[in-house]
């Protein structure tokens, strides 16, 4: 129990009062990193008095509101009582501690100017845009770089020129596979605005839920719901509320395929007879628009001419993944239109399915994205490809004068490792495409599919990775020092969750639900070790639906568990270092005396909750594993090595401790196995289990595990294996 | 820090495995406690396969969305996996877990029947009622019944006859002073249906916002919220929401007083000539709407027709409190009216008011609402009293024929201990009023107005003390044991985690804000022994106003701090039985440790936290009052006693101790005080600061604390004292 507090503590000076590294100076604490940062002397001080005056013919409504917020949150931030006044006049005047200047309101589309300059003196602050939109982007970086410390509440003065990389930096929100009610998505839209994202693509239609109120053909939402969908009044809040974040709501209805809950109240659209019922599964499945009858196109015409008026944005996203044909093969009249028109197989029947639906959405003034699939040569250049397939995908596709954007390696609902999604560049310098053609890169969005995700947890999953994804979009090419990306991405984690974001509050709740009791230090020690299983697996080992419970410690459990992680990193330097650093060894021992004793800790909470039976026998190889790595680490340290006997067995055991259970890993047991192995001195290097191909490694950015089975089929391949 | 954890440890222990006292079995973990209780022997054994049937003439989509948020919480709360069958299929079949059957539809209208049975064999569990909404109070009843332990998932065999004692049980939520978005009030909806509350009463309208949207006169919402107002769409949303779950929804409109933001946009109604501006204060104002002029009255028919048809509830609440009258006196047309009318005060134009407004209530179908001042027997007896003042005005009235409501004693803003709330009864044993008369004491309601909350911490104050409140309107009478109430309050704040409520686990996440780190459990013990100033302290020592942060240690702190009430009674203990309990001992011994050592622990972390600068000398101030707690300790339970002099400056201290800092008061100086006296043996009853008139109390239920100067008039002194 001591021990466990004292490595609790030390990793938590870890995380935070480590001085910046100098060579980090010109990241400060800010994510995403801006274009150019001069760090000057001294700092400007916030006071109670401190005040803002807006100008320019940019200083609208939406900039002032956002300078309202900025003020609301430094207030809350700093615990300053400013007076009513600084929140009621923004007019320009003289003494104020900072102004914010526009020249123009911006337009919340793609490409408008996000530029901003910030000059922070000892004397104040200076924000200046061409756009309010760009003032917005700066608002944030103002907020990120308010320190509070022993000198007081401060601004380090700086002079930051700052613009984005690319102009498409997305969000996906699945709102279809569980439901996320308004709040939810609002309290999203304010973390995306914090990191300057400036697309949330809105999954609204899929087979397990038609989330959006129709007038035309009500019987969409009503039938294909569960009664869980937006009002209009609804989608219109989100969309103004985005707007008043300058982001761009960008609507998905996914078709042809992916297309049950439409045809629940509308069977005649569909490809077979019916009658269809809401999917409660999860995987790809069969129900499919009918692409032969022109009643399709007219229904078709008639939605997306209502959708075209409720969704304000240019961009309009029709799916078009992960058809299966099926039901069109199945369909005499269909394969008689696919004869009779020279279409040699379902695909083909696709791109005519495309061609019209580009049509009609040019038709509402609206210009077409979709997946991969949709790519054909027939379509106008106009539309927008997005990439689950990859990079190579996207290149060719701009070649061909196709813009696009990339999701390949940011599908955030798989639980890899931020540093994979960080490291994966849209545009890498080496990228085999033309100057002209890069410009048709438009950037990339993470995509949170929710089959494992409620309104409780998503925000985990979404937060705080998605900030290290929102960097690698805005920020220079060059910026990808993981380890200072993780050191940024610990302290932006707490500021979002100013916003009302509940990744980090929920899971002690989520702990204390599991357990009934309110010591839950144990369990959370016990998360640090594991992970959700990786990619698709959670779905591979035990049948989910939508009415599956997510309140179980797999989903407590976070990716990218930061304990394991900072395990995995002092055990590296201490191989790579040859166990002389005390403060490494130090560490390492403190982390394995931790979860040597952590099972301890925990066995009368196993005794009584039922609801963790799953997870105890993880929690008791930690402790093993813990044991064994301790040993490892003493003779090392003795600089003494250990016989093949001494590891055979613990081979063994590691190997046995790899197996998930309850859907989580075991995170330590590759840094583990290496101790063991280098214990055996160089003969270690050849033993069964400890050579170089036989990993056991986690899924960390080098590991690429089999694509396996139906799951890695179409778009749910995105992840970039 | 290893003391730290014991004791915390212990803490925890003392909360959560201690068998149920014998004589508390009957109320098992029920908040609130049913009217009738048996036991039976052994329990239903609930699985994977657990299944609900619903049938009766009441088997309304209102009951079978209940029934579907029940086992979506039983599946949560269990972890099970129920097959989507479980919640799609609730028809009446064979082999059924579960029978819900109720007789008829229920209307959301004061009266309706509530009761239930509920029995639960090892067979199975069926539950029956009058009316849907009867059956729905039964689901809150077996989800509290669910239990996770040893013998894996159950529920007891009991047979449970219940129904409520009154049939008004209300929280009022006061969306003016700081603005609730809806998400806030659904999930305060959740946790009042939870605990069987089945009144929403809506402040809506107050100097410092109107936050509903209004058709007839705009500029009510445009000019008087700051954008910060519900949209119709919304409003009806949140009815439905209330009404799905058995909740009435009553609004209030506050005249003439408390009436700012109406006159923003509308001057002409007021009563003086203008202009205005939102209220940003806290306090009572002046403005008030012009009770002489037929326009104001036009205007008032207009307004309240709309609201009539928007709020379906039979109920419509117009204020009436704190009416300073001084725009009256001060305006010479007003006064001709007085005069020509012959009212001799402006209580007496008041009371010509109310009467107006009953008339036009009336006409649109509704039965009028409002506090104490509006009671005069020119109004018809179809009126409804809510009682700020008192149960003797409550009384009084219900002998005049008058309806009411006790909200006295239930301020839950005023951070008093949530035993003191629970002993006030609204009709206790001894009342004096007829039987007759009794009966129209319809009930109370707790209040959260919203001075010093806001989205963030608003949850905390309501919960878990409102379930005490819920209990003491729904329980009989003598259902009034407090240690039982409190360690059932414990489970059900656990329990309302769940819902979404943010009580339990936003404090954390102000903590981690306020020292920009994560391990914060130093702070939490320090707010363990600290509560916010009671009744309206807060206010009076330091100028708020709507925009002031509330983001300080005074708002991560609780109501009612638990560590501080469980030394206090062990202190008791100990002094009641002469120190011979060595579990007490150590308990208290405990206690004394952890706060001694506390103070080292925050150092570091005051020293670089500006915004916990203002309770730095609090956290010294704990460890020296523990340091002399235990030197009492150690004293009494060696059988010695102290000396006069030892005694005189520890007094001292305690005394200086006593001043708040940061609006946050020591919980721990009374009974630290009382172990001091009692050191000193015999004599120190008599000393000076040990006799009895000479209480250190912080505010315990015999605390009554002076009421001072303006916080005092009007309702602001609801709060009992």
Redesign the interface.
Known sequence: ??L???A??AA?TI??TSPVAAENAATLDLMPVPRSTELGAGAYIVGADFSVAVEGAGATDRLR?GVGRML?RL??????????A??LDLSARDGVSMTVSAARGGAVELGEDESYTLTVTAEGVRLEAVTDIGALRGLQTLLQLVT???R??TVPAVEITDAPRFPWRGLMIDSSRHFM???VVKRNLDGMAAVKLNVMHWHLADDQGFRVECLAFPKLHQMGSD?RYY?R?QIR?VIAFAAERGIRVMPEFDLPGHATSWVVGYPELASQPGPYEIE?GWGIFKPTVDPTREETYQFLDTFFGEMAELFDDDFLHIGGDENTGEHWNDNAEIREFMEENGYADTHELQQYFSQRMQTILEGHGKRMVGWDEILQPELPTSIVIQSWRGREALYEAAGRGYSGILSNGYYIDLIQPTDFHYLNDPLPEDAPISAEAAKRVLGGEATMWAEFVN??TVDSRIWPRTAAIAERFWSPRHVRDVDDMYRRLD?VS?RL??L?L?H???Q??ML???C????VDALEVFLGTVEPVKIYNRGQQR??????????AVDAARPDASPARRFRQAIDGLIDGGFHDTDLLEEARSWLRLWQENHAALEEIF?????LSEVESLSRDVSEISLSGLAALEILADGETASRDWLRPRLDRLRAAKEPRGQLELMIVEPVKRLLCVAVGEKGSDEPGCRADESMAEAAPSHRPRCLGLACRGRYRGSGL
Chains 1, 2 share one sequence.
């Not at 005794?607 to 609801?611: I, L």
């Open positions: 129990m001591k466990r507090m004292i609790a503590t938590a995380a935070w509101a609301r207030s809350d931030h700093t615990s300053l009582f400013f007076q009513p600084t929140f509070l410390d022993e007081g509440i009610p308004v709040d009664g009002t009044h809040e409660r309104p409780e302290r707490l969750e100013g009302g509940q980090e509050r929920n002690r709740m204390r639900r599991l009934q009791c309110r010591d049948k989910h639906t939508s009415f599956s419970p997510l309140t179980r005794r009584s909750s039922p609801a």
